[in-house]
């Protein structure tokens, strides 16, 4: 079993070096891949990072723990989907036509604020540093239980990151999204081969005999009510599990919080126009990603003994199943930490602490960044891995927290630069305070505060964005017309003139947006909670009807797929989906907060940079 | 910094892309043939053959996409694992007691659909004298000039 788990993921790590080597022997620029990654692979690692961006492991964990309950955040693929399709497709044009070549400089210039640039920068190392440390341990741990220890969680860490590493050194951004695309292919295929295998060789009830198995006191196929007035996690239990209806509607913001993360942001606009973005967010994030986490997951969570099983039945199966939670770890912890070191570099490294390189300079200062990266990724998943989930846990609320802005950029030219940092102030404020990082540090500093983790059964995710979008709209209605109104106006305006979303005909366009808040309501808002009887005891009837099937798992795939439907119709009637590069237009849009010369250094980083290297002297 | 990819990159994302089809495919049909000839049995190995014959639909698909057609080397490949395949059939009904009786004939016919598969392939694309000649050996060696006349498939 050892050989063939390390034979396969041998295998993987030689197709990414050969694929690293064909794409330096290519000239391929390293930093962005040339800024036309292929809509193919753009579209298959953004759906794979969907998927494994929350962590694999772990949501099959939460689900073989809590039943149905857990499965239900996954409906979050839906908004995630239409969150990639409204904010990337007009940040990509941002790009092409005002030379805003990366998240932080886009939400930087638009809003003429360096504050973003620093958030957008901090969120990047977040996701590339702790975040990916996090899934890392996770991954390295799963290799050493398949292994019987063979490969010691440490080694295995060390061994995974140094080939991850490889890869993102030799070919830089484009080899990586190829890389990436292919372990979203084989997470798929690995996803559906093990379930449909499973469900066909082993003897031991599953899901559609037994359902979940999980502990006394959790509702397995059921959601334990709309709300719970629970102080939250760490502080009080709540009754029957966390994943109540607004529980999930908030939970399932963790996968906007992905679409909105700078790594799937930079993916969005170094990748080459045309019908990707929709085709992607339709069929693979929503589509295929619904499979994989609504329907094929819970078969997979109800089989307690599912590895033991396999290994007794079909050892090469077996090992499928460790590649698809290995692989599923790997394509996340790539995406983000190389995504990050590259953003980190084109944003803080090359303009502003070794400003005017060459381009072999610039190359090697991207290779150095990224071996720094890996290194302290590596360090991290291996040494400190509850520093890690600790402070990895913050990364995709705070994410979250960059909707305004975003939408601010492409499509609201109201929302002040000051209203969106007011409105970040309070949503990382509240994420902090809703999240272990803050609870231990202010519980040890100062005194015992009276709420948990996610209070009130609600991800801390929707407690940062409901006081953001608050903050954003109440600053905004006395900040709209400032100062800066003109600067912003001057990408709408040409967001307008060439990039419109066409209007459908009649009520079409308050048909789409209340379809969609109607859905949200029912599909994994309060109303979801009327799918734990929905379709086993039909109301108006006094009969039972004998489905064979949960309810709640009936209402999720008929909500999923009429969410597909949504996305669909924004990706394709909306004209989100789709990128014509033959309107780009170039527009002069500096930057007012920098004035002087863009290249040169700021001076508290000339000056900690002099007196650095002064002590080296 | 919008780039038009090159040539080489073109061939590369292509590469790529087929890589991506086909690592997971034959991985899962690995997994499938090694079932079904193990304690599986014979609906497991037609799963194996399904899946090899998605993985060239797959391929297809990714061709026509992309406005091109096999490379001399993915053609070369195929052939290869083609005849390695029959090959080890043959070794494996003379060598293998019992193979014979169970194996055989599933593995024999998932072969030839896989055969049917390229030659259907072939006249789709090329329409059956095309594809005809694709193997016309015999007329690639005939000397006489009335041969490549127009009518006669005009070869160069």
């Not at chain 1, 006394?216 to 709540?238: M, T, W």
Request: proline share 6%.
């Amino acid at each position: 079993m050892t050989f063939l788990i390390v034979a396969a993921l041998g295998l993987l790590a030689a197709y990414a070096l050969y694929i690293a080597a064909l794409t330096a022997r290519a000239g391929t620029p390293l930093l962005d891949g040339g800024a036309d990654i292929p809509g193919w692979a753009a579209m298959f690692t953004a759906a794979g990072v969907m998927v494994a961006g929350p962590g694999l492991a772990d949501h099959l964990n939460l689900v073989s723990r809590f039943g149905l309950q857990a499965v239900h955040p996954a409906m979050g693929l839906v908004p995630g989907a239409m969150a990639g399709l409204v904010v990337h497709k007009r940040l990509w044009v941002a790009a092409r036509i005002a030379g805003m070549t990366s998240p932080g400089e886009a939400l930087g210039r638009y809003y003429g604020s360096v504050t973003l640039r620093v958030v957008v920068l901090t969120l990047a190392i977040l996701f590339a540093l702790p975040f990916s440390a996090h899934l890392l341990s996770g991954t390295g741990q799963i290799v050493a239980t398949a292994t019987d220890g063979a490969v010691p969680r440490a080694v295995a860490v060390w061994v995974l990151a140094f080939f991850l590493f490889l890869p993102a050194v030799i070919g830089g951004w484009r080899a990586s999204v190829l890389v990436f695309a292919m372990q979203a292919v084989l997470l798929a295929a690995l996803f559906g081969a093990i379930t449909t295998f499973a469900e066909g060789t082993l003897a031991a009830p599953g899901f559609l005999t037994t359902g979940i198995p999980v502990a006394e006191g959790i509702l397995h196929d059921r959601l334990p009510g709309v709300i719970q007035n629970s102080a939250g996690i760490g502080k009080e239990a709540a009754q029957g599990g966390i994943f109540t209806a607004v529980g999930i509607l908030s939970s399932a913001l963790v996968f906007v919080g992905i679409a909105l993360s700078p790594g799937m942001l930079f993916l969005g606009q170094t990748t080459a126009p045309g019908r990707s973005k929709g085709f992607g967010a339709v069929w693979l994030t929503a589509g295929l990603g619904g499979v994989a986490l609504l329907v094929l997951l819970p078969l997979l969570a109800a089989r307690p003994t599912l590895a033991a099983d396999l290994v007794a039945a079909e050892p090469l199966a077996a090992v499928g199943l460790i590649l698809l939670f290995v692989t599923a770890g790997q394509l996340a912890v790539a995406f983000f930490t190389t995504s990050g070191t590259l953003i980190v570099t084109r944003e803080l490294i090359l303009p502003f602490i070794v400003p005017g390189l060459s381009a072999w300079g610039e190359r090697l200062a991207a290779r150095i960044a990224l071996a720094v990266a890996y290194a302290t990724l590596a360090t991290l998943a291996a040494f400190a891995p509850l520093f890690s989930a600790v402070f990895g846990s913050m990364a995709i609320p705070f994410a979250v927290q960059l909707l305004p802005a975003l939408l601010g950029l492409c499509f609201v030219r109201w929302i002040s630069r000051a209203a969106v940092i007011a409105g970040l102030v309070f949503g990382l404020v509240l994420v902090t305070f809703t999240e272990p990082p803050g609870l231990i540090l202010f519980e040890g500093l100062f005194l015992d505060l009276p709420w948990g983790r996610w209070p009130l059964t609600i991800h801390s995710a929707a407690w940062g964005l409901a006081f953001n979008l608050g903050v954003v709209l109440l600053a905004s209605v006395f900040t709209a017309r400032g100062v800066e109104r003109a600067h912003r106006d001057r990408l709408h305006d040409e967001f307008f003139a060439r990039w419109a979303v066409p209007q459908p005909r009649g009520n079409g366009r308050t048909a789409l947006w209340s379809l969609t808040l109607i859905w949200a309501f029912f599909a994994m808002g309060p109303g979801a909670i009327l799918g734990n009887s929905f379709f086993s005891r039909p109301i108006f009837t006094e009969t039972e009807a004998a489905l064979g099937l949960p309810s709640l798992w009936v209402w999720q795939i008929l909500f999923w797929l009429a969410g597909c439907a949504l996305v669909w119709w924004l990706a394709h009637r909306a004209h989100l989906g789709r990128i014509d590069a033959t309107l780009l237009r170039r527009i002069d849009l500096p930057d007012p907060a920098i004035t002087r010369d863009p290249a040169r250094a700021p001076d508290w980083i000339a000056a900690g940079l002099a007196r650095l290297t002064r002590e080296v002297r | 910094m919008t780039g038009v990819p090159s040539d080489r990159q073109q061939r590369l994302d292509r590469h790529a892309l087929v890589m991506a089809v086909w690592l997971p495919a034959a991985f899962v049909a690995a997994v499938l043939f090694h079932h079904g000839f193990g304690p599986g049995g014979v609906w497991w190995l037609m799963g194996g053959f399904a899946v090899v014959l998605a993985g060239f639909v797959a391929h297809v698909i990714v061709n026509a996409i992309l406005g091109t057609d096999f490379t001399l080397r993915e053609v070369a490949l195929g052939l290869f694992a083609f005849a390695l395949a029959a090959l080890a059939l043959v070794l494996a009904v003379l060598l293998t007691p019992g193979f014979a009786a169970v194996f055989f004939w599933p593995t024999a016919l998932g072969l030839v659909a896989l055969a049917i598969a390229v030659v259907t392939y072939m006249v789709i694309r090329f329409g059956p004298r095309a594809a005809f000649e694709r193997f016309d050996i015999i007329r690639d060696n005939n000397p006489r000039r009335a041969s490549r006349l127009p009518h006669r498939g005009g070869r160069a």
